[in-house]
């Protein structure tokens, strides 16, 4: 099974997606196909052996749209500079200005001398007065009508193209109703030189304003819905042109960069492709790909991303990654994804809008029936009829779910949080637990030295010692001692002249003076008939922490001993606190011993823990908090967590974003902050609660507005709406909507 994105154009309202789907999936061999009204972006998964690209795109513009491949992110990057959305804006732009000129030119010739209210009339050349050349007043009429339906000739095209199709849309509805306003008026035209008085059956300036409005409310509607698309260009954005090759100094286009190619990176200059430092140290700011706002120091060894800012330094990297393989790249892609994927509470407004416009006209023409056998006239019929058709449009039904998703998952990539789709950003809300990996989650993942009891010697003496010895040992207990010592600014002296490792117990070195040093667990120790007796206690009460203490011998006589751990991250109790604030269990789930679980469970709070858990063993803790009716998010590194990430309701991997946290997970917290599991939570209900309003009104308006339009209050308080009204009516429907979407932008998630 393939799947593929589409870029479709001309949509403008639900019932256009909703076509576009519905004749795609009637494909044999296509299993899913789902349309982004916001994006523009159809997702298909289709068998390759029973139908084709070019299939998709032919069925696609049959139904009356554009269709074309997605390029991808490397030929995107080789693609003219010009944004085409921002093309197509300046063009919306361009023919609304002509449209509303000439149509305030019609509405003065044709309601100027008509005003409400007791007003004096406006004045018009006596030519074209209504009274006395009611012929000139028509024809006046209908040479800037003929302007202004042509700068809103795309909606009249699609309009029709749909209908012809059978796949009617919104722009069918404009394209019906403003046709019918401006033939019946035409007619009215042709037949005022027998009967004067039929010049106040002309409805040019509603065929024009209509049209207009709706080019307003397009217009707003699409400069807003650009907003909504800022996560993603920035992001793109950040990627540089060039990139200097440090072998030559020749600046090279970045797309050109191999793997295992050296460039330099000057201070201020943004890294072109991910890769590793081999020369130089310098901090890097990552805030938009990981949400950090402080700078993180890079020395040789250092993992640095493309896209981030170099700041005080020159580096050398060597490019590890480029393309659709880069870290940015990725990024990019996930919240593509997850602006073009459904979320399930999109489904009521996507099988309304299905339906939509054939029963809207349908409730049009029986509408106007209706009054024609009540014994109304046939310009009042015209007018309810194309009242119902404009102010029915189904925009704000199609845009309530894409445009609050598209904002929601931005707002979380800007905060470090990836969310992979609209399904996982609704399931979010409903987490009542949260499962939380031990190590790398909880706490720092690496170890480090929490306590040094010394016999013999200085502190300081034996942790020179220790390091010492360890720094030739690739063991992380090992490296662990060796980084206390340099952070501690002590002297590590001349490494061991000879060395040798003691699976399973410790090593044992010889340094350059001849003494001989043992460094290990107990069973070493016990070994080499050293006494623990000092040290007994102590140690066993480490141990029961979860540490691992390390003695330390030389020529049989007893130095002490330095504790390691896992240490809880700083982070960790404070992001436990507002789960806990937020109604959610939290679960502590590892490998460790019950008592090391213990201990790391009442630095922190959780409210239950499950230890001696093998990786393939953790699924089914979650399964069985699940089997009690739970909603479940597994956090976790990604790695050996991934059984359990899939498992969980929702997978959350906290780190940098590696492939297997990708693959494995739903949520993706750059930061690797515990704290970003709650403001993930939090995005996805403030974004929820968002769609719920969009949608809210959307029904809303359509459920009162229609039997207004219809006439439903005409007989007993002589209320109708004009097309006009109609019209406005709608577009502030749209633009509504996006507006209340784009308040997501300004969300704390703290």
């Known amino acids: 099974m393939r799947e593929e994105r589409y870029e479709i154009s001309g949509m403008h309202c639900a019932a256009c997606s909703s076509s576009v789907e519905r004749v795609t999936r009637r494909l044999p061999g296509v299993e899913r196909s789902d349309v982004n009204l916001t994006t523009g972006i159809m997702t298909i998964a289709y068998d390759e052996n029973q139908v084709t690209p070019e299939a998709i795109i032919k069925k696609v513009e049959k139904a009356g749209f554009g269709c074309r491949q997605k390029m991808p992110e490397q030929a995107k990057a080789q693609a003219p500079s010009e944004d085409k959305a921002e093309a197509e804006l300046r063009e919306k732009k361009r023919n609304l200005t002509g449209a509303v000129v000439v149509t305030l030119l019609l509405l003065y010739v044709s309601m100027g001398q008509m005003l409400p209210f007791g007003l004096p009339p406006l004045p018009v050349p006596d030519i074209m007065d209504m009274h006395t050349h009611p012929v000139n007043f028509a024809i006046t009429q209908l040479l800037l009508v003929i302007p202004a339906m042509w700068f809103g000739r795309s909606y009249l095209i699609s309009g029709f193209k749909a209908l012809i199709h059978r796949s009617p849309n919104m722009d069918s509805l404009v394209a019906i109703g403003s046709s019918c306003s401006f033939l019946y008026s035409l007619v009215m035209t042709y037949l005022l030189s027998d009967d004067p008085s039929l010049v106040h059956n002309l409805y040019y300036e509603s065929a024009a304003v209509v049209l207009t409005l709706i080019s307003v409310g397009k217009f707003l509607e699409s400069r807003n819905v650009q907003k909504t698309k800022g996560a993603i260009t920035r992001l793109m954005e950040l990627r540089p042109d060039v990139a200097i090759l440090a072998e030559t100094g020749q600046e090279v286009p970045t797309s050109s960069l191999q793997v295992g190619n050296v460039i330099l990176v000057k201070p201020g200059g943004k890294i072109p492709a991910d890769g590793t430092v081999v020369k130089g140290s310098s901090s890097v700011n990552e805030a938009m790909l990981t949400g950090e706002s402080l700078p993180v120091e890079k020395e040789v060894g250092s993992e640095v991303i493309g896209g981030s800012i170099n700041q005080d330094g020159v580096l050398y990297v060597s490019v590890t990654h480029t393309g659709e393989d880069s870290t940015l790249s990725k990024i990019i892609r996930f919240v593509e994804d997850a602006q073009g994927k459904k979320a399930p509470i999109s489904r009521v407004a996507d099988k309304v809008a299905g339906v939509f416009v054939p ?373 502030l429907s749209s633009i509504f909507v996006v507006s209340n979407a784009l308040r997501l932008r300004y969300k704390k998630l703290d």
């Not at 789709?421 to 949260?434: P, Q």
């Not at 590194?637 to 494995?664: F, H, M």
């Not at 309003?693 to 004009?722: D, E, K």
């Open 359 to 731: 029963v809207v006209m349908t409730i049009a023409l029986a509408a106007a029936v209706v009054w024609l056998a009540l014994g109304y006239e046939f310009a009042f019929a015209l007018r309810v009829f194309t009242s119902v058709l404009v102010i029915a449009c189904p925009c704000a039904l199609g845009l309530a779910t894409p445009t609050a998703i598209m904002v929601g998952t931005g707002l979380g990539a800007s905060n470090g949080i990836l969310i992979r789709s609209g399904e996982a950003l609704e399931t979010t809300h409903k987490t009542d637990t949260v499962v939380l990996d031990k190590t790398g989650t909880v706490t720092e993942g690496r170890p480090a030295v929490t306590q040094v009891l010394s016999l013999e010697l200085p502190e300081r003496e034996l942790v020179e010692l220790a390091a010492s010895v360890e720094s030739v040992s690739q063991h992380p207990l090992a490296k662990a001692i060796v980084d206390y010592a340099k952070e501690k600014s002590f002297t590590i002296l001349a490494a061991p002249r000879e060395f040798e490792n003691l699976s399973g117990r410790g090593i044992r070195a010889v340094l350059e003076n001849g003494s001989t040093v043992l460094a290990g667990n107990q069973r070493l120790m016990e070994e080499a008939g050293a006494d623990l007796t000092p040290l007994r206690a102590e140690a066993e009460r480490l141990s029961g922490q979860g540490q691992t203490p390390m003695y330390f011998l030389r020529d049989g006589k007893l130095l002490g001993l330095i504790s390691v751990a896992d240490q809880v991250k700083e982070t960790s109790a404070a992001a436990i606190a507002h789960l806990k604030a937020q109604g959610i269990r939290t679960v502590l789930l590892t490998g460790d011993s019950q008592a090391a679980a213990q201990y790391i469970a009442s630095q922190v709070g959780v409210d239950q823990v499950v230890a001696e858990v093998l990786p393939e063993e953790k699924a089914g803790v979650v399964q069985k908090l699940q089997a009690e009716g739970r909603k479940v998010m597994m956090v976790g590194d990604g790695i050996n967590d991934a059984p359990a990430l899939v498992q969980a309701d929702i997978g959350c991997a906290i780190g940098n974003g590696s492939d297997i946290a990708i693959e494995s997970a739903q949520v993706i917290l750059m930061r690797g902050d515990l704290n970003d599991v709650s403001r993930a939570i939090r995005l996805s209900r403030l974004t929820i609660r968002n769609i719920k309003q969009n949608l809210f009104w959307a029904f809303c308006y359509n459920t009162i507005g229609i039997p207004i339009a219809a006439g439903a209050l005409y007989l007993s308080y002589h209320l109708l709406l004009t097309p006009m009204f109609a019209g406005a009516a709608m577009s």
